[in-house]
T-cell receptor, first 116, second 114 residues
Framework: GAGVSQSPRYKVTKRGQDVALRCDPI?????LYWYRQALGQGPEFLTY????????KSGLPNDRFSAERPEGSISTLTIQRTEQRDSAMYRC??????????????FGPGTRLLVL | AQSVTQLGSHVSVSEGALVLLRCNYS??????LFWYVQYPNQGLQLLLK??????LVKGINGFEAEFKKSETSFHLTKPSAHMSDAAEYFC????????????FGAGTILRVKS
């Protein structure tokens, strides 16, 4: 079956531009997570949704970052006025049931963002 | 303080040798613990997880990990390394203390020598 997909896989943009990263979770999965992974580090939590409701956005670094999941399926992470420090791998994950701590999160391949 | 510490950013073993990747966590209550593997250009794949049932957890590809509360550890082992095990491995913790999100260690790159 189809796993979590993300697009684009690679994105190069110039500083100051806005970017939108898309995540398509496994069909039927209720919870959707966004993580950011800098080179040489583990993924760091950004935000997550149950259905269309954003439950926790404590990991978003500043107000240039926002996420939505309007119909409870596909999600978009938007970064406005990108800066070079935003360069990283952005990973999406989904889980079947509303975020129980022990639920397995299934990860997509990630979007590599490079801000010049 | 780091929630999850992985000792050794790089580990090198010979094919057929024991694999031991270390993970220690800091938590006031027993958390849920996970090991994920990342192959080049692929997403993170779950190897195994501990959810307060048996302390010895068996995962895919011959890996297993033992939860030791007294040592706050969850080390990953495999008796005999295979070339295909070369990848990056991440330990992660979750639970009420972490707001139900995954908190990852920095990762350990495993190299397998022929």
């Amino acid at each position: 079956g189809a796993g979590v997909s993300q697009s684009p896989r690679y994105k190069v943009t110039k500083r100051g531009q806005d970017v939108a990263l898309r995540c398509d979770p496994i069909s039927g999965h209720v919870s959707l997570y966004w993580y950011r992974q800098a080179l040489g580090q583990g993924p760091e939590f950004l935000t997550y949704f149950n259905y269309e409701a954003q439950q926790d956005k404590s990991g978003l670094p500043n107000d240039r970052f926002s996420a939505e999941r309007p119909e409870g399926s596909i999600s978009t992470l938007t970064i406005q006025r990108t800066e070079q420090r935003d360069s990283a791998m952005y990973r999406c994950a989904s889980s079947l049931v509303p975020s129980g701590s022990q639920e397995t999160q299934y990860f997509g391949p990630g979007t590599r963002l490079l801000v010049l | 303080a780091q929630s999850v510490t992985q000792l050794g950013s790089h580990v090198s073993v010979s094919e057929g040798a024991l694999v031991l990747l270390r993970c220690n966590y800091s938590s006031s209550v027993p958390p849920y613990l996970f090991w994920y593997v990342q192959y080049p250009n692929q997403g993170l794949q779950l190897l195994l997880k501990y959810t307060s049932a048996a302390t010895l957890v068996k995962g895919i590809n011959g890996f297993e990990a033992e939860f030791k509360k007294s040592e706050t550890s969850f080390h990953l082992t495999k008796p005999s390394a295979h070339m295909s095990d070369a990848a990056e491995y991440f330990c992660a913790v979750s639970g009420r203390e972490y707001g139900n999100k995954l908190v990852f260690g920095a990762g350990t790159i495993l190299r397998v020598k022929s």
